[in-house]
């Protein structure tokens, strides 16, 4: 057995077991336990290779396979909740206030509106509120913050509007219900703590909410509204 042979077949037997001690169980019979009578001895014997139904593996060479096998698992984890944000060079307004942004919406502690109104690719006027923690997981933000496309409202979005056609469309999210009905103005009931986001700009956004409009060359007009939940957990 050549020793990339070797490393699957260690590898294999790692994943199976959780220690080396449920390992060399696997390899005692209960021959083994009747003529010996003591499950310790068995142990050491499997251990010395003179017993055992399978692969001979050292508990150095295990220990060492199971933490290397660990250390990947936990690398590609971290890897996957880096920031899509991380190491790049942002220098528009409106993408350095996303990326400030990204990790508190992904863990949940702040939860941003995003109001955009521009044009679209038909020249026409669109508007609406966008649910960002919603955005960030339902698609990859790499095309946004590497420049590639713009963050435009879609019909999926809390609220969409598009100025020439007069189409209105409005959306509940995960965590947002919207009230649509109000008289005074579209409001968004954040679920987890029940609170009333008010985007009307004339009026306070709500307990626990901020407004901040992001001066930016990408939009006609970008306003952030961030809420942060105070339910108790």
Do not use: C
């Not at 020249?123 to 496309?149: C, M, P, T, W």
């Amino acid at each position: 057995m050549d020793q990339e042979e070797g490393l699957t077949a260690v590898d294999n037997i790692v994943t199976q077991f959780n220690t080396y001690e449920d390992f060399l169980d696997s390899q005692i019979t209960t021959v083994d336990l009747f003529y010996l009578e003591d499950e310790g001895l068995a142990r050491q014997l499997v251990e010395l290779g003179y017993r055992g139904t399978g692969e001979v593996v050292k508990r150095e060479d295990f220990e060492t396979r199971k933490a290397a096998i660990e250390i990947a698992r936990l690398a590609e984890r971290t890897q996957k909740k880096t920031l899509t944000s991380a190491g790049k060079n942002l220098q528009e307004n409106f993408l350095k206030a996303l990326a400030v942004r990204e990790e508190d919406n992904r863990s949940g502690k702040v939860s941003s509106v995003i109001f955009i109104r521009d044009k679209n690719s038909h020249g026409q006027e669109i508007s609406g509120y966008i649910d960002y923690a919603h955005r960030l997981k339902s698609e990859d933000f790499e095309v946004y913050f590497n420049g590639r496309k713009r963050l435009l409202p879609r019909y999926t979005d809390l609220s969409f509007y598009n100025w020439d056609s007069q189409i209105a469309v409005w959306n509940s999210t995960p965590n947002y219900q919207v009230i649509a009905d109000n008289p005074e103005g579209l409001l968004f009931k954040y679920k987890r703590d029940r609170k009333i986001l008010n985007v009307d700009p004339k009026a306070s956004p709500g307990d626990n909410s901020t407004r901040i409009p992001i001066p930016t060359e990408l939009y006609i007009q970008a306003v952030i509204f961030d809420h942060i939940s105070r339910r108790k957990t």
